[in-house]
């Protein structure tokens, strides 16, 4: 298999390649014109300056400028072309990586973690378009240099080539040193800025959490180890680098004493003239700043390709619930549920025992399905199968008689609308977020639906209505307040089915009834799912599930299940004091 940098470059240069060439014809363009100025340069000594022939100084001088100017020109043109494939490769990393973690499940999503791939999508991408911008601008031109100014010395001057090898091979040996030490480094380093980002996102999103226990030392200690690990390890690299460079400036300049001392030796004998002198210093030193080209090429390199694998391994990561090959286009008929759960087994990844187990009941058009039972008994989980956010381990979830994963996710998740645990709100106007789900809605459908969530008075009171500005997450309205436009922009959708995952927890019992009520003329033929913690909001559901340990242990009315379910009976009474008291 090939490295990931190649795989991942090769991958994405499609589109790049015929700017790739220009860059290419440039950058050799530039590296002629380099070479050929310390030859116009020696002419100009030998034959205009010791001969005293001004004429011949003036129009090779004229030369000179006229290849420095081609080369100015070469290099710019080089450097532009680089930056426009750079940054257009960046791009087109950055939407593969964001498109493709758009398609994980809950499982891919657990397993990288958000701070992760938002760190694979900034930095590590920044890392790989740093390579490629300048092996465009600086590097590619090296080996052209290298092999061009090896044959112009050795036309120079040959009995000083050995001083060429000996440099060529101190800086190889340096370089091969520091890029041992160097190379394992950088997967750490890219892992210490994930624990920065995902310990910074903790803070952000858990401020609150972190006030309320008064944990800002804490967290603030906690945040300066992470960063202080990172801030090591970059020193540690950077230790290496600057060690580096004294050992390279060092053999660049024994090099030019070495030129001049064996050159004086021989222009003193005749057999060397002062102009190829000269020549011949400038070529080393070119031999030796493509040589140093190679060794930050080096350095570089080991950073990118660490970045690369990290890209790869979102962009090879196999999605764990797959659309299938041959989509299944439903024909309902009038006795067809909604939905429908066929001896559902789950459990997670290595798990030693399922979460869910035997799990079998119907979603029917025009009723009200709740489900009920203890933290940790597998409600969430269970109304996560229905979109497909995690498959069933055995057993099967059916849409309008067909297993969800025989229909296209796209015809799937049309036919839902998801009221989350956590309201989640994204940043915009209010408008904004209750078209999520159907762009086309007009104003009056948007006030009806706030209206329905009891969320239009609020909404009316705040500054443009419609337009006002949602923050991020929704942080600039109260939790309730994010609950009932949660409520609304399903609403605003008209599925056929509704998912509402305790989703009225935020809600007082007044404002619960009052939205209980509405929702009951609203939802007309649709099948509406409930899972909540209080008897109050599902006791009028058509059919109550109730879960325990991932079983169905009751099931029917509250009238029924007071009589027949012992567990269910016991919730009822832990919550009947509190009700009354609240009532």
């Known amino acids: 298999m090939k490295q990931p940098l190649n795989r991942l470059v090769f991958r994405f240069m499609k589109p790049y390649w015929g700017q790739f060439a220009l860059v290419v014809v440039f950058q050799c363009a530039s590296t002629i014109a380099s070479l050929y100025l310390p030859r116009l340069n020696a002419l100009i000594i030998n034959n205009g300056l010791v001969k005293g022939d001004t004429h011949y100084i003036w129009v090779r001088g004229g030369y000179m400028l006229a290849v420095a100017a081609g080369q100015i020109v070469c290099q710019v043109c080089s450097v532009f072309f680089g930056a426009r494939l750079a940054m257009g490769l960046g791009r087109d990393l950055r939407f593969a990586i964001f498109e493709h973690a758009l398609d994980f499940s809950e499982r891919e999503m657990h397993t990288f973690g958000a701070p ?9 991408v920044q890392q790989v378009q740093q390579l490629v911008f300048m092996t465009c601008a600086m590097i590619l031109g090296a080996p052209i240099t290298m092999c061009g100014g090896v044959y112009m010395a050795l036309r120079t001057n040959v009995s000083m080539s050995w001083l060429i090898v000996v440099s060529v091979v101190f800086l190889a040996i340096v370089a091969g040193v520091a890029l041992t030490l160097m190379r394992p480094l950088f997967p750490i380093m890219q892992k210490r800025i994930d624990a920065i980002n995902r310990i910074l996102r903790e ?4 401020i609150r959490v972190v006030r309320a226990f008064v944990r800002e030392k804490n967290e603030a200690t906690r945040f300066a180890e992470a960063n202080d690990n990172l801030m090591q390890m970059g020193l540690k690299a950077g230790r290496i680098m600057m060690t580096l460079f ?18 004086g030796h021989q222009i003193d004998e005749g057999g060397l003239e002062i102009g190829d002198l000269t020549a011949f210093m400038s070529y080393l030193m070119q031999i030796l700043m493509s040589v140093m080209m190679a060794v930050m090429m080096l ?11 990290r890209i790869m391994e979102v962009l090879d990561a196999a999605n764990s619930v797959t659309p299938p090959d041959h989509p299944v286009t439903p024909t309902p008929t009038a006795q067809t549920p909604a939905a429908s759960f066929r001896h559902v087994e789950f459990r997670y990844p290595g798990a030693e025992a399922a979460l869910l187990e035997d799990v079998t009941f119907d979603l029917r058009h025009g009723e009200t399905t709740a489900i ?11 109304v996560n199968l229905l979109p497909r956010l995690y498959d069933v381990t055995s057993g099967a979830v059916e849409v309008d008689g067909v297993d969800v994963r025989q229909l296209a996710p796209e015809e799937l998740w049309a036919r839902l609308a998801t009221v989350p645990q956590k309201a989640y709100l994204f940043s915009g106007t209010v408008a904004s977020n209750l078209r999520y789900g159907r762009p086309d809605a007009t104003d009056d459908e948007l006030w009806h639906a706030l209206e329905v969530a009891q969320a239009r008075d609020f909404v009316e009171e705040m500054e443009g209505g419609l337009d006002a500005d949602i923050a991020q997450a929704g942080t600039n309205v109260s939790g309730g307040q994010r609950q009932r436009l949660s409520i609304a922009r399903a609403l605003v959708k008209q599925p056929s089915i509704y998912i509402f995952d305790d989703s009225f927890s935020a809600l007082d019992v007044a404002t619960d009834a009052r939205l209980r009520q509405a929702l009951a003329g609203e939802t007309g033929n649709a099948a509406v799912l409930i899972v909540a913690q209080r008897v109050s909001t599902i006791r009028q559901a058509d059919q109550i599930l109730v879960l325990d340990d991932g079983a169905i242990v009751g099931r029917g009315t509250h009238e029924e299940l007071l009589e027949t379910c012992p567990t269910y009976a016991e919730i009822v009474e832990s919550q009947l004091s509190a009700e009354e008291l609240i009532a």
């Open 116 to 124: 992760s791939l938002i760190t694979r999508n900034t930095n590590d």
């Open 203 to 206: 803070h952000i999103t858990g």
């Open 246 to 263: 004294p050992f390279v400036m060092l053999i660049l300049n024994m090099a030019t004493v070495g030129v001049i001392f064996f050159g």
């Open 299 to 309: 350095v570089i390199v080991p950073r990118a390709a660490a970045c690369s694998e």
């Open 372 to 382: 009920i039972g203890a933290t940790g008994s597998g409600k969430t989980t269970l």
